[in-house]
């Protein structure tokens, strides 16, 4: 079945430790996203990729950085940079053509320890 | 920039209707959307409005009005398993795949 999906679903990470979320989609999709949530809280945009080697940062991107080397994967990198990293993480992707519909992945839940 | 404001909380009753309203600002956008998100799991598209008006899918429907900066989703018939967080959405204009959410209005309801 085509989807998104996302891993791993739960990480612990210590301070001053690097961690990369995995985010692949096999919907063909030309644009991808990457979302953090905060408990009870909206959808706050970090990064987004309309085409492969192109990324744009959303209005949370410091402390984080993302690639696009294939058209089905952005993975997230969460770096040490990152003061307050603890969050629910959402990796999405669509059509261009539709872009007002995006599909999500099961989320990332990553703790700092 | 875009800020979409919505209600934090709205409760109801099994088997009546709801409306969750979202205000904007923004310099332009393509469309509102909205999607449903249950505790712990990931947002599911709902409804989409690209012009002004209502729009119905089953029990929801969704309206726009550009003129007023404002639009709502409306639930009709509600069950428990409605009870879930509602976001609302645009896709700006000056960046065609940036998508933008509100801050989300949790429904609860009651039996």
């Known amino acids: 079945d085509g989807g998104i999906t996302q891993s791993p679903k739960y990480l612990f990470r210590k301070e001053g430790q690097n961690v990369t979320l995995s985010c692949e989609q096999n919907?063909?999709?030309?644009?991808m996203y990457w979302y953090r949530q905060d408990p009870g809280q909206g959808l706050r945009l970090i990064y987004y990729?309309?085409?492969?080697?192109?990324?744009q940062k959303g209005d949370i991107a410091e402390g984080y950085s993302v690639s696009r080397e294939k058209k089905e994967s952005f993975p997230l990198t969460v770096t040490s940079a990152q003061k307050n990293p603890t969050a629910f993480y959402l990796c999405?992707?669509?059509?261009?053509?539709?872009?007002?519909?995006?599909?999500f992945g099961e989320g990332s839940w990553l703790t700092v320890v | 920039g875009q800020s979409l404001e919505q209600p934090s909380e709205v409760t109801a009753v099994e088997g009546a209707i709801v409306q969750i309203n979202c205000t904007y600002q923004?310099?332009?956008?393509?469309?509102l959307s909205w999607y449903q998100q249950h505790d712990g799991g990931a947002p599911t598209f709902l409804s989409y409005?690209?012009?002004?008006g209502l729009e119905e899918t089953g029990r929801f429907s969704s309206f726009l009005s550009r003129s007023d900066s404002y639009g709502y989703l409306l639930l009709q018939e509600l069950q428990m398993k409605d009870s879930a967080s509602y976001f609302c959405?645009?896709?700006?204009?000056?960046?065609?795949?940036?998508?933008?959410f509100g801050s989300g209005t949790r429904l609860s309801i009651r039996p």
């Open positions: 999405a992707s669509s059509i261009l053509t539709a872009a007002d519909t995006i599909y």
């Open positions: 919907l063909n999709h030309d644009a």
């Open positions: 990729s309309q085409i492969v080697n192109d990324f």
């Open positions: 923004t310099s332009g956008f393509y469309g």
């Open positions: 409005n690209g012009l002004d």
């Open positions: 959405a645009v896709r700006e204009r000056s960046s065609a795949s940036k998508i933008i």
